[in-house]
């Protein structure tokens, strides 16, 4: 039985020197089940008072746990850290004849969901014959280490660059004729009569399925492999003047050009734990602040942002992809506690998706009580945020279950009657 899981937890609040404060705890250890049978998988849980400033319940709360997606909010943490208000998108060196640009890694440049494309609109303005872009000295690996390598073609797993176009995968708008491909670029390279929908694994050749009633034939998105000479086409694609590729160049003074808001975008990143965005999020934090690699950047929050955090960070990617990242269920919180000092709490309650209707247990809510953020690889699935109670109070939250063998749904099911049973009780 997946409920299993809840027999840790009421052992715990029965004996455990670690749960301190919970009121009324003959409702509270109603919360769980009195099973004596032990889980078959292994199950972290840290519930922190954001008023009081205190933990509340631990358990395995200082083990590694593999986070999936719950590195966003790592990713999120170190962004919010910028202090930012738009994107920053490149930088640019102008003389007489040249703009020497630095691209910054933005994600949003001509991206199909960010319609407002301010850097775009300036580079276009530009009155020059020839726009040289000077990729980074560095180059930026395509994937991040531990990324599944026959995930490919799919739209989750797009590549990371220096200059993100497009979100870096090709998309299908359904016409009255068929399909438009964006870029138009690659109309060429699309097979448009074939049975499945995929990628070459080594080249630009796609394949859409000429079944328009099946389901991998809307919203499709396919990434695509990108280089330095395909950036140059796309952008003298779309860009009336010459481009060159140039070299990383020490001209100045910079100026810097921006791109859209932050908040939406790190709001569309959060809901619908996008890993394009969130992965070139975290190299435009890396360019932004000068270092030449992702790895020089994480190592260099690791003893800022997060040096006072209880248990190392293990810490690879920006968008939990991989399963080398391992991050304990308080670090989790302590970050999430960070992100609230960071901003406020009607930022949080935009930045995180609002999951108060998956709630099992009870008539559903009025109002919204749950903040958090999923993650999910196969075998793993964890939620952390932040959670208001009944009587008020805004708790921080970290439920973390690796190695589980049955229905992630199982898994979810329950997490939520113990997270709706501490909004009920405390």
Not at 25 to 38: E, L
Not at 137 to 162: K, N
Not at 421 to 426: F, M, V
């Amino acid at each position: 039985m997946i409920n299993k899981l809840l027999v840790v937890v009421v052992l715990l609040l029965l004996s455990c020197q670690t749960v301190r404060k919970i009121p009324r705890s003959q409702d509270t250890k109603k919360i769980f089940n009195t099973s004596t049978t032990p889980p078959s998988y292994f199950v972290g849980f840290s519930l922190y008072d954001l008023t009081e400033k205190e933990f509340l319940i631990h358990i395995n709360d200082d083990h590694y746990f593999t986070p999936a997606s719950n590195t966003k909010i790592v990713t999120l943490a170190a962004y919010l850290n910028l202090n930012l208000e738009r994107i920053p998108s490149f930088l640019i060196n102008k003389d007489q004849h040249h703009a020497n640009i630095i691209a910054l890694g933005d994600p949003t440049f001509l991206h199909p969901d960010f319609k407002i494309q301010p850097a775009f609109d300036y580079l276009k303005s530009l009155q020059f014959d020839t726009l040289i872009f000077n990729p980074p000295l560095a180059p930026i690996t395509h994937y991040g280490p531990g990324w599944a390598w026959d995930d490919y073609p799919f739209y989750f797993q797009a590549e990371r660059s220096w200059m993100p176009l497009y979100g870096n995968a090709l998309s299908f708008n359904k016409t009255k004729n068929g399909y438009q491909v964006i870029p138009d670029f690659f109309t060429a390279f699309v097979d448009f009569k074939s049975s499945k929908t995929t990628r070459s694994p080594n080249y630009n050749l796609f394949s859409l399925s000429n079944q328009v009633n099946r389901p991998d034939t809307l919203n499709v998105h396919l990434p695509f492999i990108i280089d330095t000479e395909l950036i140059k086409n796309l952008l003298a694609d779309t860009l009336p003047q010459a481009i060159v590729i140039g070299r990383s160049s020490e001209l100045k003074p910079w100026t810097l050009i921006e791109g859209p808001e932050v908040t939406p975008v790190l709001t569309l990143m959060m809901d619908r734990s996008d890993n394009f965005l969130a992965e070139q999020l975290l190299v435009n934090g890396q360019r932004y602040k000068g270092f030449e690699t992702i790895d020089q950047y994480i190592n260099y929050l690791k003893i800022t942002l997060f040096a006072d955090l209880n248990d190392p960070l293990i810490w690879v990617d920006g968008s939990g992809l991989s399963r080398y990242n391992m991050i304990t269920p308080r670090n989790l919180v302590r970050i999430l506690e960070k992100i609230y000092e960071m901003t406020d709490w009607p930022t949080v309650t935009t930045l995180f998706p609002d999951n108060s209707d998956l709630m099992v247990a009870g008539p559903a809510e009025s109002l919204p009580f749950l903040f958090a953020k999923t993650g999910t690889l196969r075998h793993n699935h964890c939620l952390s945020g932040y959670l208001i109670t009944k009587s008020g109070k805004k708790l921080i939250f970290s439920f973390m279950n690796n190695h589980y063998t049955g229905p992630t749904s199982e898994i979810s099911s329950e997490m939520y009657k113990i997270l709706s049973q501490i909004r009920d009780k405390y």
